[in-house]
């Protein structure tokens, strides 16, 4: 294993050094690992928060900032954050309007998520959760009850963070962060293994003439293992699933390919052309896409692709003005 790092226990906490250091909209608790906009939540205005385990950076914390989140948590290496770490982010966070809690459909951060957010009640914090379960990969996975929640949490994240950013009340943004869950889907692909450092070692064996098609962004295994193919065969794999899923015709969508941490841009491109023409050809009208690491896997080698269906309101809520390392625009 070669990895820049000091120690495998210390990881996580030296990282939130750098993060801190590097980016001056944001602030960092280290004893909860808590990631925080530079200055306290807007009087009036309804906190966002997220977070789950680390290595899938920029998600959670590098999309802390003005029009996305206002905290993040950071857990373990693909590890939950425990419920004091939520409850210390909820209640720093919150401006009098209440709070939004955006939760990837995983076993642990669901219910860690809700202890937070029942401890946060008797603070007489209002807590209102959107449970991220966009992955067709797969239903009732290892690590889930129901679909895996991935890449669909950086555009809700987005949406709902500028829905909030706007004023709107909590019944308001929750209602966006609903219609995101509800008309986005997701599905991945890996062409290596990730390298947990604490392991030392891949998480799972990928032998270099194949590919896992729907892998989850933990490692976990998808719908079958099959010889390696072309980006246009990949992309085919990909999109299909998705459309089956859910009928993206009749108006526009946002699109995301992501790329899982070990995958150069100029491949991630060359994917963003595959998809784009399939969709093309089924008849879906992209309005607007986004390219790049977002959600990622370590180190994994793979991509995935997200597709939302977006009415005029949610694009332009996606087309607001947003500051933070991962996505900046507008501003």
């Known amino acids: 294993m070669k990895k820049l790092i000091n120690d495998v226990d210390t990881v996580i906490a030296d990282a939130l050094k750098g993060i801190e250091l590097s980016d001056a909209c944001v602030r960092v608790d280290h004893q909860n690992r808590v990631i925080y906009r530079a200055e306290k939540t807007r009087e009036g205005k309804v906190a966002i928060i997220s977070g789950g385990g680390s290595g899938h950076e920029p998600l959670h914390g590098g999309f802390v900032g003005v029009g996305m989140l206002d905290a993040a948590c950071a857990g373990q290496m693909f590890t939950s954050p425990t419920p004091d770490q939520m409850l210390a982010a909820t209640t720093e966070a919150d401006a009098g309007a209440g709070v939004l809690h955006i939760v990837k459909n995983y076993t642990g951060d669901v219910m ?7 401890m946060a009640a008797d603070s007489d914090v209002r807590v209102e959760t959107v449970v991220v379960a966009d992955d067709v990969a797969v239903q009732d996975s290892l690590y889930t009850a129901g679909r895996r929640g ?10 709902a963070g500028a829905a909030a950013e706007e004023g709107r009340d909590l019944d308001g943004v929750l209602e966006i962060a609903q219609r995101v869950n509800e008309n986005g889907r997701s599905m991945g692909m890996a062409l290596t293994s990730c390298t947990v450092p604490a392991a030392g070692k891949p998480t799972f064996d990928l032998p270099e003439d194949e590919m896992e098609i729907g892998v989850g962004i933990h490692g976990e295994p998808g719908r079958h293992r099959e010889p390696l193919a072309s980006a246009k065969e990949i992309a085919r794999q990909l999109v299909e699933p998705i459309l089956e899923d859910l009928d993206f015709t009749g108006g526009d969508t946002i699109v995301m390919v992501n790329g899982m941490g070990g995958t150069p841009l100029i491949e991630l491109y060359l994917m963003y052309g595959e998809v784009h023409a399939l969709l093309e050809a089924a008849g879906v009208s992209v309005a607007r896409n986004l390219v790049g690491n977002y959600i990622t896997s370590l180190d994994m080698a793979g991509c995935s692709v997200t597709i939302l269906k977006a009415d005029d309101e949610l694009l332009e809520l996606w087309d607001a003005p947003v500051k933070t390392a991962g996505l900046r625009w507008g501003v």
């Open 112 to 118: 860690n998520f809700e202890m937070a957010g029942e």
């Open 150 to 159: 991935v890449g669909l949490t950086v555009l809700l994240e987005k949406i």
